[in-house]
């Protein structure tokens, strides 16, 4: 059983940055922060590969987030500029045993961190 705690979420300016932490129990797995508004379906951001040399992002937050992880602490991170309005949205960390992008592929969820982008 693998144990997700994200932390870092809060409220920011448009234009301003977060970076989420999520801390994982367990085996190394691959990493996923998603992220779902209300009334809107969970979405996929970014993913990163078990040792770190491969990442996916949505193409909505290519080129503003990166993520990575620090397999020496059981941590990955979402480092999240520019924001806009419309990233706001509760942020999931989860974790898979094998590469995937779907929320659906994802075996382990934390319980969310809330980002509120104000105008």
């Known amino acids: 059983q693998v144990q997700l705690v994200e932390s870092g979420g809060g409220l920011v300016q448009a234009g301003g940055s977060l970076r989420l932490s999520c801390t994982a129990s367990?085996?190394?797995?691959?990493m996923g922060w998603f992220r779902q508004a209300p009334g809107k379906e969970r979405e996929g951001v970014s993913c990163i590969s078990e040792s770190g040399a491969s990442t996916w992002y949505a193409d909505s937050v290519k080129g503003r987030f990166t993520m990575s992880r620090d397999n020496a602490k059981n941590t990955v991170y979402l480092q999240m500029n520019s924001l806009k309005p419309e990233d706001t949205a509760m942020y999931y960390c989860?974790?898979?045993?094998?590469?995937?992008?779907?929320?659906?592929?994802?075996?382990?969820w934390g319980q969310g961190t809330q980002v509120t982008v104000s105008s």
């Open positions: 989860a974790a898979a045993r094998y590469w995937a992008t779907r929320p659906a592929s994802y075996n382990y």
């Open positions: 367990g085996l190394r797995y691959v």
